[in-house]
């Protein structure tokens, strides 16, 4: 796509503003139980709580890390129709795993850590947390709803550079939060609490 009819496009994006402000609500709805003890009712059992974050978890980091490193890859270094059809199948990921479990992972996450006292008495759970929440900021929010919008998909080069900038910075807050859940260790909490 042009350059120039890119420019225009995004200047004359009449949803611009809308987008912005479902970012900005989901960052804010998101980041409440960091600083708001709530009491959160349990639905569900230990262990199948445990079993649905697991899994969600899963899910996620498997199609994180393949997406990074496949979607980006050929998008850089294959022909413009291998890079949209990349492009199309990192859509359908991005809508049918990474939005749905980046919602359920960390819900029964907070769930399950009702059982414990809930984040303010978990250190760790507090770091793993709000390292998931910057990643959101980062990279699952914006890409979700530019995934969703799909107004570049003629082009699959489109976003590389801050695409590989985002899938780098999420890939390092899933191994801090992976550092925090096995070792029960938190660097961050102290600095708030």
């Known amino acids: 796509m042009n350059t120039a009819v890119t420019e225009l496009q995004v200047d004359t994006d009449p949803w611009k503003y809308?987008?912005?402000?479902v970012y900005?609500?989901?960052?804010?709805?998101?980041?409440?139980?960091?600083?708001?003890?709530?009491?959160?009712?349990?639905?569900?059992?230990?262990?199948?709580?445990?079993?649905i974050h697991e899994f969600a978890g899963f899910l996620f980091i498997g199609h994180t890390l393949f997406s990074n490193i496949w979607a980006m890859r050929i998008r850089m270094t294959q022909p413009e129709e291998a890079g949209?059809?990349?492009?199309?199948?990192l859509?359908?990921?991005a809508l049918s795993i990474t939005f749905p479990m980046s919602i359920i992972s960390p819900g029964a996450g907070l769930l399950l850590m009702e059982y414990y006292?809930?984040?303010?008495?978990?250190?760790?759970?507090?770091?793993?947390?709000f390292a998931f929440w910057l990643m959101a900021g980062v990279s699952i929010v914006p890409d979700v709803i530019r995934y969703g919008r799909n107004r570049n998909a003629a082009n699959?080069?489109?976003?590389?550079?801050?695409?590989?900038?985002?899938g780098n910075f999420?890939?390092?807050?899933?191994?801090?939060?992976?550092?925090?859940?096995?070792a029960k260790d938190s660097l961050v909490y102290q600095v708030f609490y």
Not at 156 to 166: E, L, N, T
Request: with cysteine; hydrophobic share 60%; proline share 5%.
């Open 18 to 21: 809308f987008w912005y402000l």
């Open 24 to 51: 900005l609500v989901v960052m804010i709805v998101t980041v409440i139980p960091l600083f708001v003890t709530l009491q959160l009712p349990q639905v569900f059992d230990r262990i199948t709580l445990l079993l």
């Open 84 to 89: 949209i059809w990349a492009r199309g199948f």
């Open 91 to 93: 859509r359908k990921l």
């Open 117 to 129: 006292g809930g984040l303010s008495n978990n250190p760790w759970a507090w770091d793993a947390y």
């Open 156 to 166: 699959p080069k489109h976003g590389i550079m801050s695409g590989a900038v985002r």
């Open 170 to 182: 999420g890939t390092l807050m899933v191994i801090y939060i992976l550092w925090c859940m096995i």
